[in-house]
């Protein structure tokens, strides 16, 4: 037996040693912590593109629950911010410069440039015939179907003709000079500069002292770029410095919410609208000039569904977001949008507007070297408001407020 202790104990030697290498070898083969690596710096030898985020280890299950979340003592490593410098910016949404619009002033010079440009065909004929040597009765007849062709009215183009008449018999006008001029004194009246065409849009108080905003209801038929002045108005007010809020109440049109939203992001303009079509339009009036009033906002812009006249039950609602507005705050200024393109049957849309809506001024859209600038006095006339605001071109700056003169000079130019 004391032979065999010396085998024994070589045996238990051999087999603490093979336990423990094959303890080591199994230790080296156990999985590891996963851990997230941050961001690597992009580099022409990374094959990593500006700004993607670096590749990071599979997390995998930990083996006290295989296939669910890993135990505490294999919990994933916390992430340490990277050094400065090392780490590039993380990929997020990109978020489009608010514009800076225009300032409005100025903006009728361009219009006098393209009314120049396109041969002025209504104050080009008219100087054309006035510079004759001799005017008979055939030459005041053509002025007088000049005037009527551009829409300027029967009644506001006997005045003018019968002005002009007495001018050059009194005065005995007869350079091209003194024809210009006298031409302009009269157009200039005819327009009339005497009218208000500032837009009210100053905010007021109510009896307890808090603010109100001005609300601005835009109204018009279906084609004369409605939805495009609001936007081009939000502009306007925003250049001059005031907050706005933009109400989308034409919820029967599916892209006219959309197209006013886009509008208003350009310029950092929140809208208010409904994203289930066939909405109330009131209703989304109403919660725009609620929203503006509390927010504390200098203007609330409303635009509408495009309404022909003949649609009783259209014109109808119209009315009512008239009447629901005014129980949040008053309005300041309902504009009417015509086509200055569409002559006498503007005028038929703008006297049943006027009776719904109580317009109170006019945008004329596409005046831009139009032959129609006579609707200028004709919609006037026939309303008892002036125009305030003219559409220029297709440019996102092409509205500008109307002066008579600026525009009388713009025709004068041919």
């Known amino acids: 037996m004391n032979d065999l202790l010396p085998l024994w104990i070589t045996l238990a030697v051999l087999v603490l040693v ?37 590749s990071t280890d599979v997390l995998e299950p930990g083996p006290d629950s295989p296939g669910g979340p890993a135990s505490p003592d294999t919990a994933v490593d916390a992430v340490e911010p990277a050094p400065s410098g090392t780490v590039d910016e993380v990929e997020t949404e990109v978020v489009p410069a608010v514009e800076v619009p225009e300032a409005p002033a100025g903006r009728l010079a361009r ?15 008219l100087l054309a015939v006035l510079s004759r040597d001799h005017l ?11 005037l009527l062709l551009a829409d300027v009215g029967t009644g506001p183009a006997t005045e003018l003709i019968d002005a002009l008449r007495t001018q050059v018999r009194v005065q005995g006008v007869k350079d091209p000079a003194s024809v210009r001029a006298m031409l302009r004194t009269e157009l200039i009246r005819l327009v009339d500069p005497t009218l208000d065409r500032s837009l009210h849009t100053a905010p007021g108080t109510d009896e307890a002292g808090e603010k109100v905003p001005a609300v601005v209801l835009v109204v018009g038929v279906n084609g004369t770029g409605k939805t495009t002045t609001v936007g081009k108005l939000t502009r306007v007010l925003v250049a001059e410095g005031n907050e706005v809020i933009l109400g989308a109440a034409d919820t029967f049109r599916a892209a006219a919410a959309d197209q006013l939203t886009t509008w208003g992001a350009r310029v950092g303009v929140e809208t208010v609208r409904s994203f289930k079509d066939g909405a109330d339009p009131a209703a989304v009036a109403f919660d725009a000039v609620r929203t503006g009033r509390t927010r504390g906002v200098d203007v609330v812009l409303v635009d509408t569904a495009g309404r022909l006249q003949n649609k009783a039950g259209l014109m109808d609602e119209l009315g009512k977001i008239s009447r629901v507005i005014t129980k949040e705050a008053p309005l300041t200024e309902v504009l009417l949008v015509l086509d200055a393109t569409t002559g006498q049957n503007g005028l038929n849309q703008a006297r049943v507007f006027a009776e719904v809506a109580g317009v109170t001024g006019i945008v004329l859209t596409k005046l831009d070297g139009t032959a129609k600038g006579g609707i200028v006095v004709a919609v006037q006339r026939e309303l008892g408001v002036p125009v305030k605001l003219v559409g220029l071109g297709e440019g996102p700056d092409d509205l500008a407020p109307f002066v008579p003169e600026d525009f009388v000079d713009g025709l004068l130019q041919g």
């Open 18 to 54: 093979g336990l423990g290498f094959w303890g080591y070898s199994s230790s080296r083969e156990r999985p590891r912590r996963p851990t997230i690596e941050p961001p690597r710096s992009s580099g022409p030898d990374t094959g990593i593109s500006a700004g993607a985020p670096a």
């Open 111 to 125: 219009l006098r440039d393209r009314l120049a440009r396109s041969g002025s065909p209504l104050g080009a004929k």
């Open 136 to 146: 008979t009765e055939d030459d005041w007849d053509e002025l007088e179907e000049t």
